[in-house]
T-cell receptor, first 113, second 113 residues
Framework: KQEVTQIPAALSVPEGENLVLNCSFTDSAIYNLQWFRQDPGKGLTSLLL???SQREQTSGRLNASLDKSSGRSTLYIAASQPGDSATYLCAVRLEDSNYQLIWGAGTKLIIKP | GAVVSQHPSWVICKSGTSVKIECRSL??????MFWYRQFPKQSLMLMAT?????????EQGVEKDKFLINHASLTLSTLTVTSAHPEDSSFYICSASFKDTQYFGPGTRLTVL
């Protein structure tokens, strides 16, 4: 059974720092992996999607990497800003699933001005 | 493109009443939609997978007679919480699949008094 773990559960850093959020999964047979952002009481915003054949994806100050064989993904945020404060969720789609996603518990990120 | 809406965004109801939540794909057709529930400070929990024109597939532990799902068209799925109780209070999020990706609605906050 696929399990997705996110470490740390919470992170607080000063503005301007670069940071890394981690996501690990137990079954390497994934179709893709996706990183989302969720603001308090709000829905989800998709940040980056990495297909199983890809190693990384970049969007602005965000860079997500995928090491399928070791079951790991990282989300790198450069030059963090207070507006980056949110909960970041990673989710994997299994190879044989009907679009079903398996979710991590999230990392709550606070960027201090 | 690929926008998903939910209505209502929030609802307060009395215990014992039924509440219907709508999920619409605004600019694409979705053969598959998903319903999630999220309790405070927890990740998303998949409740059911809704396929247009067929019965929904419920996850283990989710009562199909309590959470009625109808996916009558390619752009609309509804979730009806029947005889709601305070423990059903939660944040309900739907998503719709399109081109290998799930697109999420903004969520519906349900409070049962």
């Amino acid at each position: 059974k696929q399990e997705v773990t996110q470490i740390p559960a919470a992170l607080s850093v000063p503005e301007g720092e670069n940071l890394v959020l981690n996501c690990s999964f137990t079954d390497s047979a994934i179709y893709n992996l996706q990183w989302f952002r969720q603001d308090p009481g709000k829905g989800l915003t998709s940040l980056l999607l990495i297909q199983s054949s890809q190693r990384e994806q970049t969007s602005g100050r965000l860079n997500a990497s995928l090491d399928k064989s070791s079951g790991r993904s990282t989300l790198y945020i450069a030059a963090s800003q207070p507006g980056d404060s949110a909960t970041y969720l990673c989710a994997v789609r299994l190879e044989d699933s009907n679009y079903q996603l398996i979710w991590g518990a999230g990392t709550k990120l606070i960027i201090k001005p | 493109g690929a926008v998903v809406s939910q209505h209502p965004s929030w609802v307060i109801c009395k215990s014992g009443t039924s509440v219907k939540i709508e999920c619409r794909s605004l600019d694409f057709q979705a053969t598959t939609m998903f319903w999630y529930r999220q309790f405070p400070k927890q990740s998303l929990m998949l409740m059911a997978t809704s396929n247009e024109g067929s019965k929904a597939t419920y996850e283990q532990g989710v009562e199909k007679d309590k959470f009625l799902i109808n996916h009558a068209s390619l752009t609309l799925s509804t979730l009806t919480v029947t005889s709601a109780h305070p423990e059903d209070s939660s944040f309900y999020i739907c998503s719709a699949s399109f081109k290998d990706t799930q697109y999420f609605g903004p969520g519906t906050r349900l409070t049962v008094l």
